[in-house]
Nanobody, 121 residues
Framework: DVQLVESGGGSVQAGGSLSLSCATR????????LAWFRQVPGKEREMVAQ???????HYDSTAEGRFTISQDNAKNTLYLQMNSLKPEDTALYYC????????????????WGQGTQVTVS
């Protein structure tokens, strides 16, 4: 049974930083892609960053240069370091995983976490 469990959300002032973690329990694949998404009420969920099967990292233009996605395979954990946070970064952040090489091939990832709230004021 696969479980993705996010942690690290919270409230921060604009310009501050937060680090999100996602424990990928039961998901021990060494292939596939991992990603962070976020959603604001009333809007569609959007992908913030992903790590593809080949290790390549891609970021949404709003996150480029401020956010860093990384993974620790030994700990089966995905991370998102968020710096220079802005009020518009306020959202519910989800981690996701899929066996496909890239999220670009996937209509909806196979596995989702429950989300962690990030609020920037």
């Amino acid at each position: 049974d696969v479980q993705l469990v996010e942690s690290g959300g919270g409230s921060v002032q604009a310009g501050g930083s937060l680090s999100l973690s996602c424990a990928t329990r039961g998901y021990t694949r060494r292939s596939g892609c991992l990603a962070w998404f976020r959603q604001v009420p009333g809007k569609e969920r959007e992908m913030v960053a992903q790590i593809q099967d080949d290790g390549a990292k891609h970021y949404d233009s709003t996150a480029e240069g401020r956010f860093t996605i990384s993974q620790d395979n030994a700990k089966n954990t995905l991370y998102l370091q968020m710096n220079s946070l802005k009020p518009e970064d306020t959202a519910l952040y989800y981690c996701a995983a899929d066996p496909a090489p890239t999220m670009g091939w996937v209509a909806s990832p196979a596995y989702w976490g429950q989300g962690t709230q990030v609020t920037v004021s």
